[in-house]
């Protein structure tokens, strides 16, 4: 199934796509997508509607694609050709940092370009969606924790990323800086989260063409080594990392600036679209 949640900031509907390309409208059986509703069991009374049977939604705005996300987590240098154009070593762990859930916005909102900022950097990333309380699982059992994909944009500022002192936690959490969406994904509609392509364009030029299959650390291995530490919940988002070709990479290295417009998207989990603005 490809859920998803239509309609203005904070008034989004739950719904679904249908085989069609229809958008139906899932609130008369379920609050939101999100939570108990993302669960095998709510995911299973989902599936057991008939869609037709579903009142049609009018196309409008995509909120994001999951709703009551706790955690937004990240995998930094997680792509081995990444890793080499920032000038980085692979890590022998997986490097995590926050990002904060305040950051989220629909796939195609406007994305602001904070104050002060003069490094504002792309990264598209495979969104990992949590649909039970994972804790202590095992790397064979933990994709049975995850209730699907979705596209994920990791903005960055590079300079309070990196630059300055501290975490890089403050270079990823400026407001609108992660997009999610369009849809959620279910598991079954995905045969190999580990060989999915995907792709980044900005004002029609296509900076970034990778793989799921260069991840140095899988979505199984990372949903399982993240328990260890922490309780991952229903609705909690992991973004698994970006293949090369972000601006800090580049000789000279190119960032963003307001008016440029950002295209990205991945192999059966949809497309974004944002135009980036300068934050009042």
């Not at 999951?66 to 955690?71: D, I, L, P, S």
Request: charged content about 20%; glycine content about 12%.
């Amino acid at each position: 199934m490809k859920l998803l949640r239509v309609g203005e900031v904070g008034k989004e509907k739950p719904a679904l796509l249908d085989s069609d390309g229809k958008i139906r409208d899932l609130s008369a059986h379920v609050a939101d997508i999100g939570g108990e509703v993302i669960s095998p069991a709510g995911l299973a009374k989902i599936a057991a509607l008939d869609p037709k049977s579903l009142p049609e939604l009018p196309e409008g705005r995509l909120g994001a694609c999951v709703a009551g996300t706790g955690k937004f987590i990240c995998i930094g240098l997680n792509f081995s050709d990444h890793a080499a154009e920032t000038g980085a070593t692979v890590p022998p762990e997986p490097i995590i940092f926050m990002k904060a859930s305040s950051a989220i916005v629909g796939p195609n909102d406007n994305v602001l370009i904070p104050r002060g900022s003069e490094k504002t950097d792309w990264e598209v990333e495979l969104g990992v969606v949590i649909g039970k309380t994972a804790k202590y699982v095992s790397e064979a059992d933990a994709l049975d924790y995850v209730a699907g994909y979705c596209v994920s944009h990791d903005v960055s500022e590079r300079a309070f990323q990196t630059e300055r002192s501290g975490q890089w936690t403050k270079g990823k959490s400026c407001d609108t800086f992660g997009p999610i969406g369009p849809w959620l994904v279910t598991k079954d509609e995905i045969a190999d989260p580990q060989n999915l392509g995907m792709w980044l364009k900005v004002n029609g030029k296509t900076m970034q063409n990778g793989s799921t299959k260069t991840m140095v650390y899988g979505v199984a291995f990372l949903v399982s080594y993240l328990s260890q530490f922490m309780s991952l919940h229903p609705g909690d988002v992991i973004s698994t990392g970006t293949p090369p070709g972000v601006g800090m990479g580049m000789k000279p290295p190119q960032y963003l600036k307001p008016g440029d417009v950002v295209e990205l998207g991945m192999e059966g989990l949809g497309t974004q679209k944002q135009t980036f603005l300068a934050d009042a």
